[in-house]
């Protein structure tokens, strides 16, 4: 009862910026370590992350439930401030969450899967995620690869909690479609396997911002903080 709850509560405040939490407790990806409609919301994915989001006035609940140190995306600016000015959090950008409800695209032949071959390259033109992330999405067949002949233009695959990213174009190819074409190629996979497709995008990141829009992705209204403490 508590699963069909709490999707139910969440789409009928905002689907689409709750989309990660959604699929995820739909899915059975993780465990809900606190619930309470005039409260909030706190989830653990299989991978570690924590989904957090107050949902309702009664804030002194939901502070005592907030873990004290991990990896989290925080849903709201009163509860990322909060966790980031009390608990030591990073102080980070924030991100639109953006979520796909279209139809699937058609898969270019020029895509590979890549394995860890391509883990230093990969590792020198982005940093953003850990190298631990990498490889779990190498392992799990969910890295991919443009390319030209031989030459890889550019790569992108699914964080370990199945979000769409580390979606780099190598200067020499951009302003090719390659980028359009990798997201593509991901938002099919996901709906393959049966996923939301939604990726995370910092909001000063224009370029990212053109091409969800470009690709018809929905942006939610409330932003979200991926932040940690150790």
Not at 65 to 80: I, K, S
Not at 121 to 142: C, P, Q, R, V
Not at 172 to 177: C, I, K, L, Q, V
Request: hydrophobic fraction near 35%; glycine fraction near 10%; proline fraction near 3%.
């Amino acid at each position: 009862m508590k699963k069909t709850e709490i999707i139910s509560l969440l789409k009928a405040l905002d689907s689409t910026s709750y989309g990660d939490i959604i699929d995820a407790v739909n899915r059975d990806e993780g465990e809900v370590l606190y619930f309470s409609e005039g409260s909030g919301i706190i989830f653990q994915h299989n991978d570690g992350v924590y989904y957090i989001a107050s949902l309702g006035p009664d804030k002194s609940s939901f502070i005592k439930h907030l873990p004290d140190r991990g990896l989290a995306t925080v849903h709201g600016q009163w509860e990322a401030e909060y966790m980031m000015e009390n608990l030591g959090y990073e102080k980070v950008e924030p991100t639109y969450l953006y979520v796909y409800e279209g139809k699937p695209f058609e898969k270019s032949g020029n895509i590979r899967v890549l394995d860890e071959s391509y883990l230093d390259f990969i590792l020198s033109h982005y940093g953003t995620s850990s190298e631990e992330d990498i490889k779990a999405a190498m392992d799990n067949k969910h890295l991919y690869g443009a390319f030209s002949g031989d030459e890889l233009m550019g790569f992108a695959g699914f964080h370990m909690e199945g979000s769409m990213g580390m979606l780099v174009v190598l200067p020499e190819y951009r302003r090719r479609g390659v980028g359009e074409t990798l997201e593509k190629y991901l938002i099919t996979t996901a709906l393959e396997e049966g996923r939301l497709p939604y990726c995370n995008v910092f909001v000063s990141n224009k370029a990212s911002i053109s091409l969800q829009e470009k690709l018809g992705l929905k942006r939610g209204r409330i932003l979200s903080w991926w932040t940690w403490v150790d």
